[in-house]
């Protein structure tokens, strides 16, 4: 305590060589508390008089606005060299669609005039600013057009998760300030491209259509599909082509047929571009035993089937001895339809093997039909 010498008690002197408050000191209206507090607690106010011991909720700094304008309370703003001096940092309104504007790197906790200094939370408690459009809760990002916003930034603007909001009000809302200082490290990324990563391990955008080719076009159906290759001249899809290191075969059967399909018919084919109503006219393809596990079929037609006009695909192993079903719904209501079946677990004995197709009776016979049926073999 300080020597004190005297204290002016109900008008008149005293001396007083110490001061020991054993009881709340009031100070100019704020109220102290009695107790030491705890380590590395600090005294807070609540604004209202009440001081306490409490622990650090938010870390600020001083900033100089140097955007050319006025800066109001919650802007998320980006720290800049040009303009300050000393230890104080410049800084400028941030936006997501201004990578040079980006990150935010501070919120600004008061209203700042241009060229003046003020206060910013780079972590913290933020209110008194608008946070009528939120909900409590909501994550708040940096706007396109600069401020705040409730709705991740899309296309080729960058995200930066600024908080959440506590409180919904339009004078006094509130939230927590938690991701200032960073843009997200993979931003959005435009269509057609998917990340990659480089030599440094680092995500980069790669075109699709630079990948789409990793296996022989020749008789690929399209080129988002490619799971079940012969090899690598006679793809179906590319999406799932396996190798000679897999434990599984990765087999595919195709037409090219202009003609119409007849009806209540058998079809069979196996390594031809025609199809066929008898297994001994066509090139059967060997295969070991195994057992199907996934099935794709394509079907691509110049017209279209009516509805209910169903084809039924089937696969033949052992010269046709044995069938098994792969699908009965398949269908071609549109020009160009694709399925993909799973779970199958049909076993195969090894020996010639064959893709039956069985169609309905159709109320017009669809014409130029092309099917396209692969087969993943667990071997």
Same mark, same amino acid.
């Given at each position: 305590?300080?020597?004190?010498?005297?204290?002016?008690?109900?008008?008149?002197?005293?001396?007083?060589?110490?001061?020991?408050?054993?009881?709340?000191?009031?100070?100019?209206?704020?109220?102290?508390?009695?107790?030491?507090?705890?380590?590395? /607690?600090?005294?807070?106010?609540?604004?209202?008089? &009440?001081?306490?011991?409490?622990?650090?909720?938010?870390?600020?700094?001083?900033?100089?606005?140097?955007?050319?304008?006025?800066?109001?309370?919650?802007?998320?703003?980006?720290?800049?060299?040009?303009?300050?001096?000393?230890?104080?940092?410049?800084?400028?309104?941030?936006?997501?669609?201004?990578?040079?504007?980006?990150?935010?790197?501070?919120?600004?906790?008061?209203?700042?005039?241009?060229?003046?200094?003020?206060?910013?939370?780079?972590?913290?408690?933020? /209110?008194?600013?608008?946070?009528?459009?939120?909900?409590?809760? /909501?994550?708040?990002?940096?706007?396109? &057009?600069?401020?705040?916003?409730?709705?991740?930034?899309?296309?080729?603007?960058?995200?930066?998760?600024?908080?959440?909001?506590?409180?919904?009000?339009?004078?006094?809302?509130?939230?927590?300030?938690?991701?200032?200082?960073?843009?997200?490290?993979?931003?959005?990324? /435009?269509?057609?491209?998917?990340?990659?990563?480089?030599?440094?391990?680092?995500?980069?955008?790669?075109?699709?259509?630079?990948?789409?080719?990793?296996?022989?076009?020749?008789?690929?159906?399209?080129?988002?599909?490619?799971?079940?290759?012969?090899?690598?001249?006679?793809?179906?899809?590319?999406?799932?082509?396996?190798?000679?290191?897999?434990?599984?075969?990765?087999?595919?059967?195709?037409?090219?047929?202009?003609?119409?399909?007849?009806?209540?018919?058998?079809?069979?084919?196996?390594?031809?571009?025609?199809?066929?109503?008898?297994?001994?006219?066509?090139?059967?393809?060997?295969?070991?035993?195994?057992?199907?596990?996934?099935?794709?079929?394509?079907?691509?037609?110049?017209?279209?089937?009516?509805?209910?006009?169903?084809?039924?695909?089937?696969?033949?192993?052992?010269?046709?001895?044995?069938?098994?079903?792969?699908?009965?719904?398949?269908?071609?209501?549109?020009?160009?339809?694709?399925?993909?079946?799973?779970?199958?677990?049909?076993?195969?004995?090894?020996?010639?093997?064959?893709?039956?197709?069985?169609?309905?009776?159709?109320?017009?016979?669809?014409?130029?039909?092309?099917?396209?049926?692969?087969?993943?073999?667990?071997?």
């Amino acid at each position: 305590m300080p020597n004190w010498k005297k204290i002016i008690v109900s008008g008149s002197d005293a001396a007083l060589n110490s001061l020991n408050i054993t009881t709340s000191l009031t100070a100019s209206g704020n109220i102290y508390p009695t107790g030491s507090g705890v380590d590395r /607690q600090i005294l807070k106010t609540d604004g209202a008089g &009440n001081i306490t011991f409490g622990y650090p909720e938010d870390i600020v700094a001083i900033v100089k606005n140097v955007s050319g304008g006025t800066l109001l309370k919650g802007t998320p703003v980006h720290a800049t060299e040009s303009g300050a001096f000393g230890n104080v940092v410049g800084i400028i309104a941030a936006s997501a669609s201004d990578a040079s504007t980006m990150p935010a790197t501070f919120v600004l906790n008061e209203t700042i005039i241009d060229e003046a200094e003020g206060e910013a939370l780079a972590v913290g408690f933020i /209110q008194g600013v608008d946070t009528s459009a939120f909900e409590v809760g /909501q994550i708040v990002y940096v706007g396109p &057009n600069g401020g705040y916003v409730g709705v991740k930034p899309t296309g080729s603007n960058l995200i930066q998760n600024l908080g959440i909001v506590s409180k919904v009000s339009a004078m006094n809302g509130a939230g927590y300030i938690l991701g200032a200082g960073r843009s997200n490290d993979v931003p959005n990324i /435009q269509p057609g491209y998917t990340w990659v990563g480089n030599s440094n391990s680092v995500a980069t955008p790669l075109a699709t259509s630079s990948i789409q080719n990793v296996v022989s076009s020749s008789f690929a159906t399209t080129a988002s599909y490619a799971s079940f290759a012969l090899s690598s001249s006679y793809a179906v899809t590319a999406s799932h082509a396996l190798n000679v290191e897999h434990t599984a075969l990765a087999i595919s059967y195709f037409n090219v047929s202009n003609g119409a399909l007849a009806d209540g018919t058998t079809y069979v084919i196996g390594q031809q571009t025609t199809l066929q109503t008898s297994a001994n006219a066509i090139a059967h393809i060997p295969l070991p035993a195994g057992t199907i596990t996934e099935a794709y079929i394509g079907v691509f037609n110049a017209s279209t089937f009516a509805s209910g006009e169903n084809i039924t695909i089937k696969f033949a192993s052992d010269g046709g001895a044995t069938t098994n079903t792969l699908s009965s719904t398949v269908t071609a209501t549109s020009r160009h339809q694709e399925f993909l079946i799973t779970g199958l677990s049909i076993s195969i004995v090894a020996g010639r093997t064959f893709i039956m197709i069985d169609t309905p009776n159709f109320a017009t016979n669809p014409t130029a039909v092309q099917f396209r049926v692969g087969i993943k073999l667990e071997v």
